[in-house]
């Protein structure tokens, strides 16, 4: 589903965000890419999503190439950004519609469609409010039903959970694990938080420096009875590090 | 494409609607001078002169400031959100910018109303085409200020452009005939597109059709608008806009 080779950034003042990465997903998996902050995940991601043009390297993403045939990714993949896209002033209804009908949806087709998404993300009735008028766990799973409106084969989400309440948090794990489980969605995933990497996660890549650095099932990466956050502060070291930005 | 374009043009021409008061009040400071200045003006000029002064005026204020609509839309990651569908670089521009150049049709209709109710004696035909030079001038318009916005940061879009709109307003001459200008500001004005297009508008308005100055306009307005949208598409397709 994801196949890179080298896949490389650097920004323009000569940061070299990503360097030569190599990743490797298959069909219905649930990966997790984790990192400190600035290690690369986001700017990996957003290369991954044709939101950003790799300075060099090669990837197939959801079976197309991803420099020549940007729009057919665009067409197989759903992405759910850090900050979200809820628009704070429309009705979401309106919004959802529309980002349907772009994937090629008729207006009855996206209503339907609209109308099982939000039924499976437990969203029901919300559609005509604002993004405003919404909880934190709300438009997060607002953010996740724009990213499945089309049938992606492949579902991007950049820290999913960030800023969730604990029960917010297990039930987007659970919303996570039926798409995979019902309808064989891959999943690529970052986040911060480890204990999720743990349960929800077949396999995890880890990013320091632009660089993979360890790569495995959970169990395979907790050896020698460590947890996963420690195997993650042995590998990627306990300084603080800055949000790059990128 | 042009079925993206379409949906995004009626997507924004719908939020543009529900804000009920919003193109209203981007016409009332043209409508202000309209009322406050037009009689003052009518003394040494005419309405047929003023009027379409004033409907430039309301294109760089209106058409000008589009680009706020994207500021917002990057803030709120809803831009970001739609650059990952399958829909054209190109779409996501135009269907914004097609309702920028209705809402200041609308407007404009509004303004030249007005006018007649002041007395305003414009053709009926040289009004329209007045108002096709209008559409055409607000696409570009838009385009460049949705460039812009992409390519500024945040914080200086408004700063910037509410320093720029006044200066091109009066350049244009959309208050005065620049003949009526010294010698090095009338010289001066001659690098803003808008004078072209504003004396085009006032020889249509004068019921002027086939003349040089109509011709230059229209090409100065059409050369603009390639130029813009090439501009706009070009920052809507660039990576991390």
């Known amino acids: ?246 | 494409m042009l079925r993206d374009t379409y949906l995004l043009f009626h997507h924004h021409l719908r939020i543009t609607l529900r804000q009920k008061f919003g193109p209203i009040f981007g016409v009332i400071q043209p409508l202000l001078f309209l009322v406050l200045f037009g009689p003052i003006f009518a003394t040494i000029g005419t309405w047929e002169t003023l009027v379409p002064g004033l409907i430039v005026q309301l294109g760089l204020m209106s058409t000008g400031m589009a680009g706020f609509g994207v500021v917002f839309e990057k803030r709120s990651g809803v831009l970001e959100r739609m650059r990952v569908t399958p829909a054209s670089r190109l779409a996501l521009l135009l269907g914004r910018v097609l309702n920028n150049a209705v809402t200041l049709i609308l407007q404009t209709v509004l303004l030249v109303a007005v006018g007649y109710a002041f007395g305003l004696r414009a053709p009926a035909a040289g009004v329209l085409a007045g108002l096709v030079l209008v559409v055409v001038l607000g696409l570009s318009l838009a385009a460049l200020s949705y460039a812009i916005a992409l390519t500024l940061n945040d914080q200086l879009f408004a700063p910037v452009m509410s320093t720029v709109v006044v200066p091109l307003s009066l350049l244009s001459g959309a208050f005065l005939p620049m003949s009526m200008a010294p010698g090095w500001l009338d010289a001066l004005s001659h690098i803003s597109p808008f004078r072209y297009v504003l004396e085009a508008l006032r020889e249509l308005f004068a019921g002027h059709y086939a003349t040089g100055t109509v011709g230059l306009g229209v090409a100065v307005t059409v050369v603009f608008a390639l130029v813009s949208v090439t501009i706009g598409t070009r920052v809507f397709n660039r990576e991390n806009a």
């Not at chain 1, 990465?21 to 990192?35: A, K, N, R, T, W």
């Open chain 1, 1 to 246: 589903m994801i196949k890179t080779a080298g896949l490389s950034k650097t920004f323009e003042g000569g940061v070299a965000a990503v360097k030569g990465v190599d990743i490797s997903v298959g069909p219905g998996e649930i990966v997790g890419f984790l990192g400190p902050n600035g290690a690369g995940k986001t700017t990996t991601m957003r290369m991954l999503t044709t939101l950003l043009r790799p300075t060099s390297g090669t990837a197939t993403v959801a079976g197309h190439d991803l420099l020549a045939d940007a729009r057919e990714v665009r067409r197989r993949i759903g992405y759910v950004s850090q900050g979200g896209g809820i628009n704070p002033a429309a009705p979401l209804g309106d919004e959802l519609e529309l980002q349907a009908m772009l994937y090629g949806l008729s207006r009855t087709e996206a209503r339907t469609r609209m109308t099982e998404v939000l039924a499976q993300l437990d969203l029901e009735g919300l559609e005509p409010r604002p993004g405003a008028a919404l909880s934190g766990g709300q438009r997060r799973r607002f953010d996740i039903a724009f990213g499945l409106l089309h049938r992606p084969a492949l579902l991007f989400l950049d820290e999913p959970t960030t800023g969730l309440d604990p029960q917010s948090r297990a039930n987007l794990w659970e919303h996570i694990r039926a798409l995979r489980a019902e309808r064989g969605v891959t999943v690529f995933l970052t986040t911060h938080y480890l204990d999720e990497a743990d349960a929800l996660c077949d396999r995890l890549l880890i990013i320091d420096h632009g660089r993979i650095v360890a790569e495995g099932t959970p169990a395979e990466l907790k050896t020698g009875g460590r947890t996963l956050d420690d195997v993650f502060l042995d590998i990627t070291g306990r300084s603080l590090r800055e949000e790059a930005g990128v």
